[in-house]
C-alpha cells in the first residue's frame, strides 16, 4: 500500500472529474472523517486515515484490500473505474440519467441506454461526458458516457443510443469469477 504518485494521481482525478466534475473536493476535504487514495496490487482505494494507519501494521503480501475500491490501473497505465465505486459516483454525480423500469433488465445485461428506456435526463448534458444511472426510484445502476447530447438525443429515434455503458451492478453477477482477482 502506498500513496499515489503525481502522475496517477492526475490520471485518476481527470476520469473521475469526467463524472462528479468539481465535486472531487468533497471526497478528499471531509471534515467529519479525512480520507485519501492509496494504491496496493495496481487498485486504487478510497480509505479512511484512520484506517490506513491500522493497514500499515498489515504485510503488503497478506493486504488483499482496503477501503473502497475505486478502479485500478491497466498495464498501459489507462485508469479504468470499477463498478465498485458506483456509491461514490452517484452521491456527488454531475449529469444523471433515469431509466424505466421496462430498460431496467436490458442495461443489467450489459446493453447500451437506448432512447426509449429513457425517464429523464439532466439538462444539458453535453456529449461524451460521464453519466450515472439510475433506476426510476433513485437506485444508481451504472455509469457511462454519453453518445449524443440532451438536445441531440431528444430528437433521437426510439432505437437511437443515449448512453454507452461502462459498468453496471450486473457485473457482479457477469463476471464474478474475473472482477477480484
Not at 475505486?70 to 452521491?91: M, N, P, V
Not at 444508481?140 to 454519453?146: S, W
Request: charged share 25%; hydrophobic share 35%.
Amino acid at each position: 500500500m502506498r500513496p499515489l504518485t503525481e502522475d496517477e494521481t492526475k490520471t485518476m482525478f481527470e476520469k473521475l472529474a469526467n463524472y462528479i466534475g468539481r465535486n472531487i473536493t468533497h471526497l478528499i476535504n471531509r471534515p467529519d472523517d479525512p480520507h485519501c487514495f492509496r494504491l496496493q496490487k495496481d487498485r486504487v482505494y478510497y480509505v479512511s486515515e484512520n484506517v490506513m494507519r491500522y493497514a500499515t501494521s498489515v504485510g503488503r503480501v497478506e493486504l488483499m484490500s482496503l477501503g473502497l475500491c475505486i478502479g485500478k490501473f491497466t498495464k498501459t497505465g489507462k485508469f479504468r473505474l470499477h463498478i465498485t465505486s458506483l456509491e461514490i459516483l452517484a452521491q456527488y454525480a454531475r449529469y444523471k440519467i433515469w431509466i424505466k423500469p421496462n430498460g431496467e433488465m436490458s442495461y443489467l445485461y450489459g446493453n447500451n441506454v437506448l432512447k426509449a428506456h429513457v425517464g429523464k435526463m439532466s439538462d444539458d448534458i453535453p456529449e461524451h461526458s460521464g453519466v450515472i444511472v439510475f433506476a426510476m426510484n433513485d437506485i444508481p445502476m451504472g455509469f457511462g458516457v454519453t453518445a449524443k447530447s440532451t438536445a441531440d438525443a431528444r430528437r433521437l429515434d426510439p432505437t437511437g443510443i443515449v448512453a454507452f455503458r461502462q459498468g453496471d451492478i450486473g457485473e457482479y453477477l457477469r463476471e464474478e469469477d474475473t472482477l477480484f482477482t
